[in-house]
């Protein structure tokens, strides 16, 4: 029979609770995708509009704190969710709003990716709020997924320079709460991009091709994302984290050189390799 009707299995359920892209590499909207291609309903709450491109952020306007929460709101007063993913919080009192609305609805696995600049350089998170998300959001993670410069940031440290510097950086992310980090390596050189994802225990290596291009636009938020929809269909965390290696390296490798800078990675790409278009 058709999905949707009384017997079938319900869907898993994913929120995004992140920055607007007008540009869709990023943010809500490269989350959406992601939920989408990879088989989970995706919700969202908007917690600023950005004015951007692949050649930039051109505006940053945050939403008031009531119309986050309400959204927040809407959706798990009544959709619910079997995961969450957090981006871009712009600021420490909505971080501090988006923490404390998660306790009252959770439990349920919450993807934080602790979005600071863009690939352009803008600021998508104040200065002063690294402390907030050190503090209010770091605890609840169930996975948190740094770039380099963000677990920097984090940490207070000036930098990681290879893969020992990525574990030790991870195991010291996971003393300040998170029940397991996934540190991506893209910001780091050499013919492999590899990941670490430390669990409390033991460090494991997400290893794939270094892919020669310069558009990366929204990998951050893709990678993140594709691990909250293994998360919300009950995959195991390091099954979740190898489904997002795979489906963000497959995005990558046919990334779109749409508009005059950093372009977006193909949402669709893993789905098109699966089941190629025939012509
Ligand atoms: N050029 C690349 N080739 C293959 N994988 C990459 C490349 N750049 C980034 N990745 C992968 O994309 C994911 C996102 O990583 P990263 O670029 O470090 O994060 P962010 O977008 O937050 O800066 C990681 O799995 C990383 O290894
Ligand atoms: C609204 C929004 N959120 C996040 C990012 C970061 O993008 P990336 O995934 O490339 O680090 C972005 N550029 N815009």
Do not use: W
Request: aromatic share 4%.
């Amino acid at each position: 029979m058709a999905n949707g009707n009384a017997s079938s299995k319900p869907i898993p359920k994913a929120m995004t609770i992140a920055g607007s892209d007008s540009g869709g590499g990023a943010g809500i909207q490269a989350d959406l995708k992601t939920f989408q291609e990879l088989g989970v309903f995706g919700t969202s709450a908007i917690t600023a509009l950005t004015a951007q491109n692949t050649l930039g952020v051109q505006g940053v306007y945050p939403i008031p704190l009531d119309a986050i929460g309400q959204q927040i709101d809407s959706v798990l007063s009544d959709i619910g969710a079997d995961a969450v993913k957090t981006g871009m919080l712009f600021s420490a009192d909505i971080i501090a709003l988006v923490a404390d609305k998660l306790k009252r609805y959770g439990p349920m696995p919450v993807v934080v990716d602790p979005v600071m600049i863009a690939k352009g350089g803008a600021p998508l998170l104040q200065a002063e709020a690294v402390e907030a998300l050190r503090r209010e959001l770091l605890p609840i993670a169930a996975v948190l997924t740094p770039n380099v410069p963000e677990a920097c940031a984090i940490l207070g440290i000036d930098r990681i320079d290879d893969v020992d510097g990525m574990i030790e950086a991870a195991r010291r992310l996971h003393a300040l709460g998170p029940k397991r980090v996934f540190l991506k390596g893209g910001h780091l050189d050499g013919d492999e991009a590899v990941d670490v994802l430390f669990d409390g225990t033991e460090a494991a290596l997400f290893r794939s091709p270094r892919i020669r291009t310069k558009h990366t636009h929204g990998t951050g938020c893709t990678t993140a994302s594709a691990i909250a929809a293994g998360l919300a269909k009950g995959l195991p965390a390091d099954e979740a984290v190898a489904e997002a290696k795979r489906f963000i390296t497959a995005a990558i490798g046919a990334a779109l050189p749409i508009g005059g800078g950093i372009g977006p990675t193909n949402h669709a790409a893993l789905r098109l390799q699966a089941a190629p278009v025939r012509p």
